[in-house]
């Protein structure tokens, strides 16, 4: 390969907004913890709003999670799965052929169940923008 070819970097087909939105809620559906009560049955205010940080098959956090991925072109949900692996470390930039060219392959099922059952998919798809140079904090403090 030659250094021109090396020094470009390659383009994605999702937009680092976007990849930052999916991020973001990760990190909102990655604090959620085991229901303390299967059916409390009294006010959230009573409760002290616990419910809200509890993982439950309703959850509009990991609804929302799961409709902005459904949504994605399939070569947009490759990238995000590229991206996760990048920023996971299973690869560097001049990887990034080889890894959307495995996250084409590996796809089985939904996108969506794959990524949310990633503990740290925030952090990795930020560290993967990253090494496109986009920090995506800059998108998270724009939201705020």
Avoid: C
């Amino acid at each position: 390969m030659s250094n021109a070819t090396q020094s470009q970097k390659p383009e994605l087909t999702i937009s680092a907004e976007v990849v930052s939105f999916i991020a973001i809620k990760a990190r909102e559906y990655d604090v959620k913890d085991e229901p303390s009560e299967s059916d409390p049955g009294s006010n959230a205010s009573d409760d002290q709003m616990r419910a809200v940080l509890e993982d439950h098959l309703d959850d509009p956090v990991a609804e929302e999670l799961r409709a902005a991925i459904f949504a994605l072109t399939e070569d947009q949900q490759i990238d995000l799965v590229a991206l996760t692996w990048l920023g996971r470390g299973d690869g560097d930039l001049s990887d990034w052929e080889a890894l959307r060219e495995e996250a084409a392959e590996a796809r089985t099922g939904p996108t969506w169940r794959y990524l949310l059952g990633i503990p740290l998919l925030s952090d990795y798809l930020e560290e993967g923008l990253e090494a496109f140079g986009i920090a995506g904090a800059q998108f998270e403090e724009s939201r705020l």
